[in-house]
């Protein structure tokens, strides 16, 4: 049994930057994820890693803001989030699979309880 539990959450103004991290008990998990989601709105993929971290995948509308990194020594994902805009406002989750080509939130059997990121206009 995996836990995944996010933390670094929290209100920036637009513009500003945060770093959420997601520590990991049990076994490592092959494929790592951040997701969010809005209110009246699906859950979406913001970017995944693979294992080595050689990989990495981004949603279009955060490509060149956001980095996924991980730490397996920590077994630690991160997700640092620059130039925040209103819209990225949502709770983000972690994820973990160990199937190839995890992309869907369906794909991903282990989630965080997620931590509320909200950005102000």
């Known amino acids: 049994q995996v836990q995944l539990v996010e933390s670094g959450g929290g209100l920036v103004q637009a513009g500003g930057s945060l770093r959420l991290s997601c520590a990991a008990s049990g076994r490592t998990l092959y494929i790592m994820a951040w997701f969010r989601q809005a209110p009246g709105k699906e859950r979406e993929l913001v970017g995944v890693?693979?294992?080595?971290?050689?990989?990495?995948d981004y949603a279009g509308s955060v490509k060149g803001r956001f980095t996924i990194s991980r730490d397996n020594a920590k077994n630690t994902v991160y997700l640092q989030m620059n130039s925040l805009k209103p819209e990225d406002t949502a709770v983000y989750y972690c994820?973990?699979?160990?199937?190839?080509?995890?992309?869907?939130?369906?794909?991903?059997?282990?989630w965080g309880q997620g931590t509320q990121v909200t950005v102000s206009s």
């Open positions: 994820a973990g699979s160990n199937s190839y080509g995890s992309r869907r939130p369906a794909d991903f059997g282990s």
């Open positions: 890693i693979n294992w080595s971290g050689g990989s990495t």
